[in-house]
C-alpha cells in the first residue's frame, strides 16, 4: 500500500490549477468535502480492522455471558445502544450532510441560477462529431442564423452559416477557444448530431452540448494560460480525441487575435 | 433438498438456474473489463478474439461490459437467483407463489442475454453509445459502427430483460404478501425478505419505465416517431430529417426515462446485498440487530428516496439548474438512511465482539469486504451529490470508481458470501474454506488496487469512455502511468477470481459434506424439515446461552420441539 500510495502522489495528485473566478471557492469545497468525508473513511475502515484483529480470551463468553445476555436481550438495554451507536451518530452525520448541502447549493445558486451579465461576452460553442467549434459574433455582436441543411464542413462552412443573413457576413469561426482574461464569458453550447460535454477542467466548468437545445453557462477567467477542453459525454468512435484548447489571453493580445481572424473572414 | 432440475418450476432450480446465467456474464462481463484495461495503456496490441481494437471496438466493450454487469449479474443474481433460491423457505413456503411466472422469467432472462450477445456478431459489432445508450447517438444508425443492428438487439435485450424482471417482480410480491407460514408477521420477516420486498417494488416500477423508453426509442429508430430525436439532426455532414422525416423530440426525455430505470437499478443490486449483510452479521456475531425496526425503517427510506433521485445524473445534461437543487437535496437526503445503515453494522459489530465465532468463515470475511467497499465508495456519493462539485466530478473517473466501488464491489462481495453460506442449500456441500479466504484478501487488494486510483484520475480531470490517453492536451496523457497501475490491479483482480472458480466447481464435486445448519443460523431455510406445519413463533437472529455457548434459536417452534 505505501508503494500505491507514494506511486499516486507521484505521478499525479489532485486537480489542474484553477484559473477561473468561480473556481477556488468550489475547490475549497471539495477540499473540505475530502477531508472530512476522507476522515470518516480512515475511521470505519479502522474500525472494521479493529474488530477483526481484537482478540478476546475464549473464557470471557461463559464468565461473562449470563449477565451479558440478560443486558442484551433487556428493551432498555438496546435502547441506549440504539442512541449510542446509531441514533446519535446518524444525527451527527445528518447535520454533516445539511451543512455540505446548504454549502454547495449556495454556490450552485450563484453560478447557475442567473444568466450572465449582459455586458458579458458571447460565444457559441457547437459541438459535432469529434470536433468543437467556437463561433464569435464578430464588430456587430450579433449571430448570424444557421440552418442545418446548409452545414457543410468541407466546403468551409461546418456550422451552416447562412451566407444570405448579413448579420453572419462578420462572424468569426475558430476552433480553440480564446477568452480575454477577466472578462465574463456567456457560452451558447449546442450540438449538431449527438449528445456532447464541454468539458474545461481548468475552469471548473462542464455542459452537455444537447442537439435541439441551447444551454447556456457563464463564467469569469482569471488566469491567462492554456487549458484543455474535453468531450466529456461519450458521443461514438472518436469520443476520446475531440479534444481543443482554450487560451486565455490578456485584453489587448485577444483584441489581436480577433481582428487577424476578422480580416481573414473578409478576405474569403 | 429437491434435485437440481434445470427445466422444472422448482423455486431452488430457477434460483441455481439464474446464477449460472450470472456466472456466465461475470465471466464474459470481467473478460471485456480486462480487454478494455489492457486497450487503455496499449491500444495497438493484439488482443485474443479481437486482433487490435480500434475506438470504436474499445467502447463496444464498454457498453457490453456495462450491460453484462448491471443487468445480468448485479440484477439477476441477488435478487432473481437468490431470491428464487431461499425466499420461499426464509418464509416458510414450500414453494413461489407464481412457480410457473419464475420459470417464465428465467427462459426470458436467458433469451435476453442471448440476444445481446449475439451484438458481436452482427455487422458492425456490439453498440457503442454506453450502457446509458444516450440518443441521438443511440436512435441513429449512421451515428457509429454498431449503432445499426448491434444497437436494435442491445433494444430488444434489454426489452424482453425489462419483462422478465417485472414478471419476477410480481412473482416476488405475490410470494411475500401471500405464502408467509403461520406467525412469520412483517416484524417476523428476516431482514433479507424486507430487502427483497423493497427491491421488487423498485424493480417493478423501474423497468416498467425502462420498457417504455426501450420502445419508445426502437420506435424512432425504425417508424419516424419523434421522442428523443431533435429536428436539425446532422450526422456525418447529412441532413437526417431528409432522409427519416420524423417530428421535433428531445433526448433529455429519455435521459428522464433512462435514470429514472437507472437510479433505482443501483438500490436494486445493492438492497439485497444490506439484508445480506445484516443477517450474516447477525448470524456470525450471534447477535441479533442492535434494532430490528431500525434496520427495516432504513431499507424501506433508502428504497423510497431511491426512486425520487434519479436527476443527480443530470446536474449537467441541460436539466433545469433549479430542478438541479432539488436532487442534489434529495440525494443528501438518501445518505441519511445509508449511514443508518452503516452505523447500524458497525453497532452489530461493536455488540457482537466478544460473541463473534472465532476464527471468521470466509462468507464473514466478504461481508466485512462488503462493509469496508459500501463505505469507501459510499461516502463519495455525498461529494457527487454535491452538483457544484458534480459540475467538475461527472462523467469522470472519480464517478467510475465510486460506482465501481460501491455498486460493482460492494454489490460482487456481497453475493460471493451469499454463494460461500447458501452453498449448502444448492449442493449439500460446505466450499473450502481456506481457498475462500485466500480468494478474499487477493481479490481486496486488488479491488482497492483497481478503483480507489480511479479516485485521483477523476480528480485530476480524466472523462471516462476515453479509448485512448492521447490527443493533444497535458491532461489525459498524464494519466498513463496511473492507469498502467490501475490495469495490473484488475489483471490481479480478475485472477484472484479463477480461485473461486475452481473452488465452486471443486466443492460441488468433492467438498465437505454440510451438516443440517451448518452456520448454526435461526432462519427458515436451515431446517430440512418439512415447512408444511411450520410454526413460527421466535424473531429471526435470537440466540440464548446454553451452557457456556450460544446457540440458536430457530424462528420455527417446530424445529424446537424435535430437538
Known sequence: ???????????????????????????????????????????????????????????????????????????????KLLWRYELLPLIALTLLYTGLAIAAQRLWAANRFQGASPQALQVEVTGVQFQWYFRYPGPDAVFGSTRAELVNAPAGNPLGLDPADARGQDDIVSSVLVLPAGREVDLGIRSLDVIHGFFVPGMRVKQNAVPGMEMHIHFTPTIPGDYPILCSQICGSGHARMQTHLRVVPEAEYKTWLSQHGRKRAAE | ???????????????????????????????????????????????????????????????????????????????????????????????????????????????????????????????????????????????????????????????????????????????????????????????????????????????????AAVVLLLSDRHFGTGFFIPKGEVINGMMYDRLHPHADGSPMLWLHLFWFFGHPEVYIAILPAMGLATSLLANFLRRPPVSYRFMVATTLAIGAFGLMVWGHHMFVSGMNPYAGTVFGLMTMAIAVPSSGKALGWFAMLFQGRETRIRPLPSPMLFILGFLSFFVSGGLTGPILAQPVLDAYLHNTYFVVGHFHLIMAMAGVFALFAAVYYWFPLMTGRLMND?????????????????????????LAGLPRHYAQLTG????????????????????????????????????????????????????????????????????????????????????????????
Open chain 1, 1 to 79: 500500500m505505501p508503494v500505491l500510495g507514494a506511486f499516486i502522489i507521484k505521478t499525479i495528485w489532485w486537480m489542474p490549477p484553477d484559473g477561473s473566478l468561480h473556481g477556488p471557492a468550489a475547490d475549497g469545497l471539495l477540499w473540505f468535502n475530502l477531508v472530512v468525508l476522507g476522515l470518516l473513511l480512515l475511521l470505519a475502515q479502522a474500525l472494521l480492522i479493529f474488530v477483526f484483529l481484537r482478540r478476546t480470551h475464549p473464557n470471557n463468553l461463559s464468565e461473562r455471558g449470563p449477565k451479558g445476555s440478560k443486558g442484551l436481550f433487556s428493551s432498555t438495554h438496546a435502547k
Open chain 2, 1 to 211: 433438498m429437491t434435485p437440481y432440475r434445470p427445466f422444472s418450476a422448482d423455486h431452488r432450480s430457477i434460483g441455481i438456474n439464474y446464477l449460472l446465467l450470472a456466472l456466465c456474464a461475470v465471466t464474459i462481463g470481467t473478460l471485456l473489463s480486462l480487454f478494455m484495461r489492457i486497450h487503455i495503456i496499449a491500444p495497438f496490441l493484439r488482443l485474443p478474439f479481437f486482433g487490435v481494437v480500434p475506438p470504436e471496438g474499445y467502447l463496444a466493450l464498454v457498453t457490453m461490459h456495462g450491460t453484462l454487469m448491471v443487468f445480468f449479474v448485479l440484477t439477476s443474481a441477488p435478487v432473481n437467483g437468490f431470491a428464487s433460491l431461499v425466499l420461499p423457505s426464509q418464509i416458510g413456503a414450500r414453494s413461489m407463489a407464481l412457480p410457473r411466472l419464475n420459470a417464465v422469467s428465467f427462459w426470458l432472462t436467458t433469451l435476453s442475454l442471448a440476444v445481446l450477445l449475439a451484438a458481436f456478431f452482427v455487422p458492425g459489432g456490439a453498440p457503442i453509445s454506453g450502457w446509458t445508450n444516450y440518443p441521438p447517438l443511440s436512435g441513429i444508425a449512421a451515428a457509429g459502427p454498431g449503432q445499426a443492428t448491434g444497437m436494435d438487439l442491445w433494444l430488444i435485450s434489454i426489452g424482453i430483460f425489462c419483462i422478465a424482471s417485472v414478471l419476477h417482480a410480481v412473482c416476488l410480491l405475490t410470494t411475500i404478501w401471500t405464502r408467509r407460514c403461520a406467525g412469520m408477521f412483517w416484524a417476523r420477516l428476516p431482514l433479507t425478505v424486507w430487502s427483497w420486498l423493497t427491491t421488487a417494488v423498485l424493480m417493478f416500477f423501474a423497468f416498467s419505465v425502462l420498457l
Open chain 2, 434 to 458: 481456506r481457498l475462500g479466504k485466500w480468494h478474499f484478501w487477493l481479490s481486496l487488494l486488488g479491488a482497492y488496487g483497481t478503483f480507489f486510483p480511479m479516485y485521483d484520475a477523476g
Open chain 2, 472 to 563: 493533444s492536451t497535458s491532461t489525459v496523457a498524464s494519466m498513463l502511468r496511473l492507469q498502467t497501475g490501475i490495469t495490473h490491479s484488475a489483471l490481479l483482480l480478475a485472477s484472484a477470481q479463477l480461485l473461486f472458480l475452481v473452488n465452486l466447481f471443486w466443492s460441488a464435486r468433492r467438498g465437505a459434506i454440510a451438516p443440517e445448519n451448518p452456520w448454526q443460523a435461526t432462519t427458515l431455510e436451515w431446517t430440512a424439515s418439512d415447512l408444511k406445519e411450520c410454526q413460527v413463533s421466535h424473531s429471526p437472529y435470537e440466540y440464548r446461552f446454553d451452557g457456556n455457548a450460544l446457540s440458536p434459536v430457530m424462528q420455527c417452534s417446530f424445529q424446537q420441539k424435535q430437538e
